[in-house]
């Protein structure tokens, strides 16, 4: 035996530490807001740091363990091998089950350690609280990570191998997706921590929604962001070409996105009039739950998933902890049901403050037919006895329509006046964009390719319409900005949008989004005009498809240590213009100990604006030389990474500090 | 015109409603009969004629792959029985002996034509370590030990 401490029982220890830091925190959070003794208030944030500092060591143990090598710990054994590069080793840290609930704990602690950080001199009165909250939800992360899901548990023998990542996850995307999508997912534990903060100590003014709004942004900035991610990842790596499959871990991720953005709208209509307060703190509530749930779903495997995890019973554990969070914010929600009146009440039907409401329901609304489309399977194996799955077309024959009133809405909302729209106003306001409505529907009439079905070329004319629209409006918000800026203070329009944007973030950070927000929408339109084909081909064999031809010329390989690699060289023309060069490949990874041999498609793709040229071999034949290719054209798919990217940015302009909010706030 | 919470509550329940019609409405069609194929052999006639999702694993050895004309045949089986499966396209890359696959198609007399594969590969992302594995490494140790 050696006589230093290994790092998988540091790691261990560690977690053991964190626990009983997190119990003793946690009591002295209790005690502190039940005492009204504030000057405890230190003693619990040193107990979070502490904490976090305990699991930040467990983490760097696991770290150290993966890549050193010491395949004795399971986790380590499942997900690493000696052949990874070490980006992949520290990425195995969120590859399986066990190691990503201890990455989500540390990701936990960090927002924990921030948000004590931040309120170190402030908000003393309910802060015990908030602390209460995020321990006792690290604590049953501690729990389950101590007794059922131990990353550093170890078999009593030695081996001296691993099994290594999965080749396909082993990919730039593996790095920054799941990571992505954790601090999103957490970020969500926040604000639901003030919210019940607020209901706990019947603190119900307009603090814990300030604080609760920037933590909501930043869990939907992160969740934004790791969607896009998989998404391009899907495309590019794992989906054939595709980008969204309404796979229920997807869906479980997008649920808790549509409740954020209800939220950080409706959050506006509190802060400016006061109302909705029972609403925001349900939309809290529910986007917490939801990300529970997703959870659950995830890692319980009742649901059949690409994202499968192994079937074990820490979703009990989930189920506990939703069922228990659950009964008590709505129990604490009807209790202080009272406290949440509204301040003024809606003055009219065309006001923004309807315009938001309606956002909201909407949104709220496509969360839920998600929702019942996810869990449908469930229910009805509980109910009638057999499982059954929802299929894509159920998602995408509700969402169609429900994006584009929310698009309509993203066009309307900031073009109407907060308590009341005047007609004068109205005409003012939407004259313009309405002629550009009505312009773009009637060109695209004659313009727009038809698809064989005429509902989709109905929603693709009013889908490209409203986005015109939309831009129309988010373009006149501006230019009359500017032109303001222009008149008062001579700066040069440049300038002037700079400056504009810089002093009101939220509003036209706010407005970036929502032209990101249309470019997805003219990605996804593109999407309906989607077209695949397969093709066997000899080489110098030439396809066809659309205006393209296909040549293709060659069959080599490449390999080294890891891999075999086959590459299909494949010129291609548009028209009788030479337009590049697609090289799909198929790769063959060398088994590592005790595996099998693995098979990768690496596909090729010609991007441009107006559509991509997507190729993948789908299989190859050595005796004759032939390939099996598919081909996949999807138009303007590329604006769906443009559009994310700017929904991304736009959402950095706003969480920007604001230096009016701070005199406001401070 | 005044909106009063009632009147919210009214919207909000006339939204449930409506996003409540469109969702039954829709949702049969879009639904599939899922099972394992121990659960499809039991009555291969309830789901005569109608796509549904097969659930099973591949048989070891069992894949023949035709790449003239990009036709695979596979078993797929759950505890004993088999389903033979064809499936012509294009496979994922996790396909391959032992891979827990979720097939969408029909049953067609004797074989089930496959549309979809689906393959999870669940194995692969979380794997235990196997009892026989176990002894193997625990019996090399012991012999070095003997050694």
Known sequence: MSTYLSPEKLGQYSIYLALMVCVFGFLTAIFAQVKKRTVYVRVVRNSVWAMSLAVLTATICLWQCLLTGRYHVEYVHQHANDTMPTIYKLAALWGGQNGSLLFWLLILCIYSSVVMWQNRQKNYNFLPMVAAVLLAIAGFFLVLISFDADPFSVVPFSIDYGQGLNPLLQNYYMIIHPPSLYLGYVGMTVPFAFAMAALITGQLDNRWIVQVRSWTLIAWFFLSLGNLLGSSWAYEVLGWGGYWAWDPVENAAFIPWLTASAFLHSAIIQEKRGMLKTWNMALVILSFVMTLLGTFLTRSGIVSSVHSFAQSNIGTYFLVILIMTVGTSVGLLLYRLKDLRSAHELDAIVSRESAFLFNNLVLVGAAFAILWGTLFPVLSEWVRGTKITVGAPYFNSIMVPIGLILLFLTGVGPLVAWRKTSQEQLKKHFLWPAVFLVMSSLVLLFVAPKTSSLLTNIYINISFSLCAFVTATIFFEYKHGIVLRQKFFKESPLTALMRLIISNKRRYGGYIVHLGLVLLFVGFTGSAYRHEKEFKLKINQVAKIKNYTLKFETLYPDNNQHREKVIAKINVWKHKTFFGELKPSLIYYTPSRNQEAQQGTEISVIRSIKEDVYAAMITFSPQDQSIYLKIIITPLINFIWFGGLLLVLGGVVVMLPSSKEGAIYA | ?147
């Open chain 2, 1 to 147: 015109m005044k909106l009063k919470s009632t009147q919210f509550i009214i919207a909000l329940s006339l939204l449930i409603i409506g996003i409540g019609i469109v969702v039954t409405t829709t949702l049969p069609q879009a639904t599939k009969y899922y099972v394992t194929v121990d659960e499809f052999l039991q009555d291969t006639s309830k789901y005569d004629q109608q796509s549904i999702k097969l659930a099973g694993r591949v048989v070891p050895g069992s894949i023949e792959k035709n790449t003239q004309d990009l036709t695979w045949e596979f078993k797929v089986k759950e505890t004993d029985k088999t389903v033979n499966v064809f499936y012509q396209g294009a496979m994922p890359d996790t396909f391959k002996d032992e891979s827990d696959v979720v097939l969408t198609g029909s049953y067609a007399g004797e074989r089930f034509v496959a549309t979809e594969v689906l393959a999870k590969c669940a194995s692969r992302y979380e794997e235990k370590l196997e009892p026989s594995l176990q002894m193997q490494t625990v019996s090399s140790v012991e012999k070095r030990g003997v050694e």
